[in-house]
């Protein structure tokens, strides 16, 4: 027992080191400021907000306060437009490039787009696990850069 109460001040400073380490990963990333990232808010049946403003590379992300997974996608013809933090965020399945499941409670990737106006759509999936393919709901958001 207190070798554990020793340990958790090392894990606590281990952790706020790592967190200080990725917030300056994020600023020195070439093409994604250190602005705060804009988060959608996914829910049972809306986004909120349904549009989005956003200036040139500031990081934008969803948060799934749904009861079900959800799958965001946009046209495949914006992949050139945006610029993801962690790689292979978005894939393409042929007419849209799509997030993969986000569960319910967690968050979808933090990414950047060039100026422009962008439709795209969460799906809310239905079923258990990784099983669960087809959508209960389908919602569309909007993202303006400029």
Not at 19 to 26: G, K, L, R
Not at 77 to 97: D, E, N, V, Y
Not at 132 to 144: D, M
Request: charged share 15%.
């Amino acid at each position: 027992m207190r070798a554990l109460w020793l340990l958790t001040p090392a894990l606590l400073l281990t952790l706020a080191t790592t967190m200080a380490a990725e917030t300056a990963q994020v600023a020195a990333s070439p093409g994604l400021r250190s602005r705060a990232t804009r988060f959608i808010q996914i829910t049972d049946g809306r986004l909120r907000p349904p549009t989005q403003h956003l200036h040139p590379g500031e990081l934008l992300g969803w948060r799934n306060y749904s009861t079900q997974r959800a799958r965001i996608s946009f046209d495949t013809q914006i992949a050139a437009q945006l610029h993801c933090r962690t790689p292979g965020s978005f894939r393409s399945t042929g007419r849209r490039l799509q997030s993969g499941a986000v569960q319910a409670m967690q968050f979808a990737s933090r990414c950047s787009l060039a100026p422009g106006r962008y439709g795209y759509q969460v799906e809310l999936l239905s079923g258990q696990g990784a099983s669960g393919r087809s959508a209960l709901r389908v919602v569309r958001g909007t993202f303006i850069v400029r």
